[in-house]
Each structure stands twice: as C-alpha cells, then as structure tokens.
Nanobody
Framework: QVQLVESGGGLVQPGGSLRLSCVVSGIPISIYAMAWYRQAPGKQRELVARIGSGGSTKYADSVKGRFTISRENTKNTVYLQLNSLKSEDTAVYYC?????????WGQGTQVTVSS
C-alpha cells in the first residue's frame, strides 16, 4: 500500500522559511518523478515544484528563486524548502507520486504566512 505523509507546515511570518517533508512508503521513489502541489482556500490545486527521477527540477513562476525541491532516495523522502514566504503562499501543500497508472497523494500540510 502506497502512502505519502507530509509534515513541516506551520505558521510563519512573511519573509520566513519552512521545510516540508514527504515520506513515502510502499514504493521506492527512486525511479519516479515527484511533485509538490498546493491549494489555497477557494482556489484550484496548483503545481508548485516537480523533481524528476534524475534530479531535474521545474517550478511555478510564482515560487522560482524562493522554493527548492529536493529528494533523498535512500530515505524515500522528498523535500520542499520554502524561503522568503509571502502571504499568498498560504495554502495546504500536498505531495504527489504518479507511478504511471495512479496518482498517490498525501493528506497535506498547512502553511500559513501571516504577521
């Protein structure tokens, strides 16, 4: 059974930083691309960042230069470093793995940016 568990969210002031983690069980992540999405209240879920199996990365324009996605295959974990946070980054952040047939999502972790 594939499970994704996100953690690391919280309340942070504008300009602050957080590091999100996504621990995957039930499937080795090394051969799969992984992605982080987010969903703000009243908005559609959007892609934040993606990392390929070989380490190539892609970011939404709104987070380029501020967020960094990385992976540690030995720990079956994907990270998202969030720097220079803005109020508009407030959302639930979700981790995604697609194995070619199914989308596997975690339960999400809340990030709130507020003074």
């Amino acid at each position: 059974q594939v499970q994704l568990v996100e953690s690391g969210g919280g309340l942070v002031q504008p300009g602050g930083s957080l590091r999100l983690s996504c621990v995957v069980s039930g499937i080795p992540i090394s051969i799969y691309a992984m992605a982080w999405y987010r969903q703000a209240p009243g908005k559609q879920r959007e892609l934040v960042a993606r990392i390929g199996s070989g380490g190539s990365t892609k970011y939404a324009d709104s987070v380029k230069g501020r967020f960094t996605i990385s992976r540690e295959n030995t720990k079956n974990t994907v990270y998202l470093q969030l720097n220079s946070l803005k109020s508009e980054d407030t959302a639930v952040y979700y981790c995604l793995l697609n194995d070619g047939r199914y989308d596997y999502w975690g339960q999400g972790t809340q990030v709130t940016v507020s003074s």
